[in-house]
């Protein structure tokens, strides 16, 4: 189970942190990744890391505002996020899986960027 | 690339239906395609991977193929139910690992 956490509203320009917590899954076995949907849109994929943590992708229209990191010890995962804009409203997901299977889902956590 | 779906499809219950989903540029069969179903409130949800595998859970009215001639991954559900309503994405991935979903079909169950 993958339970997200740190969504909620956040002014343009501002700064939020998500975490993501697993339960009963071996997390340190899992590629992990972030995947986001704006209301009423399709689904984006953000951003990945490996098992280990010593690999990330993501994805171009990020432009490094976006940092994934991964505590195997404590079984989370996280996505940095900087320099918010009104288009970064989404729910984002956690979610364990390589990009040919993205197999575990988080129920996600809402984050709102407005003034 | 991207990756090109129809916005809807509707069928009536126990009927078949077919959604596509076209890659734009290279080849589709380069790269696994997989499919995610989302229904109403709900997170998504993997149906197929790895071009046509089912993940354990998935019944085999699910099923996926690749037509090199089209350049298109497709997604048949049989003996359709009313559960299966539902939006469905398609994702692949590029030559950098970067990810790339379809812009979902909104699948209605008449």
């Known amino acids: 189970q993958l339970v997200e956490s740190g969504g909620g509203l956040v002014q343009p320009g501002g700064s939020l942190r998500l975490s993501c917590a697993a339960s009963?899954?071996?997390?340190?076995?899992?590629?992990m990744n972030w995947v986001r949907q704006a209301p009423g849109k399709g689904l984006e994929w953000l951003s990945y890391?490996?098992?280990?943590?010593?690999?990330?992708n993501y994805a171009d229209s990020l432009k490094d505002r976006f940092t994934i990191s991964r505590d195997n010890a404590k079984m989370s995962l996280h996505l940095q996020m900087n320099s918010l804009r009104v288009e970064d409203t989404a729910v984002y997901y956690c979610v364990a899986g390589g990009i040919t299977h993205f197999d575990v889902w988080g129920q996600g956590t809402m984050v709102t960027v407005s003034s | 690339f991207i990756l090109t779906q129809p916005h809807s499809v509707s069928e009536s219950p126990g009927k078949t239906v077919t959604i596509s989903c076209t890659r734009s540029?290279?080849?589709?069969?380069?790269?696994?395609v997989q499919w995610y179903q989302q229904r109403p409130g709900s997170s998504p949800a993997a149906v197929i991977y790895e071009d046509n595998r089912r993940p354990s859970g998935v019944p085999d009215r699910f099923s996926g193929s690749i037509d090199g001639s089209s350049n298109s991954a497709s997604l048949t559900i049989s003996g359709l139910r009313a559960e299966d309503e539902a939006d469905y994405y398609c994702q692949s991935y590029d030559s950098s690992s970067h990810v790339v979903f379809g812009g979902g079909t909104k699948l209605t169950v008449l």
């Open positions: 890391v490996t098992s280990s943590g010593t690999t990330k």
């Open positions: 540029s290279g080849r589709i069969a380069t790269n696994y």
């Open positions: 009963g899954v071996t997390f340190r076995g899992f590629e």
